[in-house]
């Protein structure tokens, strides 16, 4: 989209969205897409989890699974652009909404409001990530909020929140990476649960001055 803050890019193996400051690339990997958030240039910072189907108790989520990943262009505004995400996995139906918006200080929200349409028990339905943050980058963190800067001197801030009823959780896995989580406040004996986190890359300076 001509004057748009962000820019997208696509192909059979590869969905890339791009703003001033973060870079979210879905990657398919066999039979699913896979996902990381990083710099626009660089390596990425942040690595979904994938769960194993064959190992995995079908009755806790690790992390939804997609296996389409399709760009909605109705909505498209030059700050704001989504993709439509779908996958299934034993008896879970996942759909999410990925919604990729700027703001006037030039910070970038990843909004994922996610949906699981199962007729068998949930125990549990998470979407986790590895970190390449050490625990010791962490600026706060309690179950709303976990908010990272980016090495010392950094003016890159990152963020992951939680929204509606779900929550966070953060455990290290080594002296350079946390494991991240945003945990569904399920509800029992329904048939779908919700799940929705942000994660917010912005400027030290922007959100200062």
């Known amino acids: ?37 990083g710099p626009p240039e660089g390596p990425p910072l942040v690595a979904a989890i994938e769960g194993d189907p064959a190992s995995d108790d079908p009755a806790r989520v690790l992390s939804p699974v997609y296996q389409e990943v399709q760009h909605h262009p109705f909505d498209d505004e ?54 390449r943050l050490g625990a010791g980058e962490i600026q706060a963190a309690d179950d709303a909020a976990i908010r990272w800067t980016l090495g010392a001197g950094s003016e890159t801030l990152v963020s992951l929140a939680s929204a509606d009823a779900s929550r966070l959780a953060v455990a290290e896995r080594g002296p350079r990476a946390v494991q991240a989580q945003a945990l569904a406040g399920l509800i029992p004996g329904a048939f779908t649960h919700r799940l929705r986190y942000l994660w917010t890359w912005a400027s030290r300076s922007d959100r200062t001055r």
Do not use: K
């Open 1 to 37: 989209m001509a004057g748009a803050s962000w820019d997208l890019e696509q192909d059979d193996e590869l969905v890339t969205i791009r703003t001033a400051c973060v870079r979210i690339v879905f990657r398919r990997s066999g039979d699913r897409w896979t996902h990381e958030i």
């Open 78 to 131: 030059p700050r704001r652009v989504r993709l439509l995400l779908t996958g299934l996995r034993h008896r879970h139906h996942f759909s999410a909404v990925l919604t990729v918006s700027t703001d006037d200080d030039g910070a970038t929200t990843l909004d994922f409001d996610v949906a699981d349409r199962c007729r068998d028990a949930v125990l549990g339905l998470a979407a986790t990530y590895d970190v």
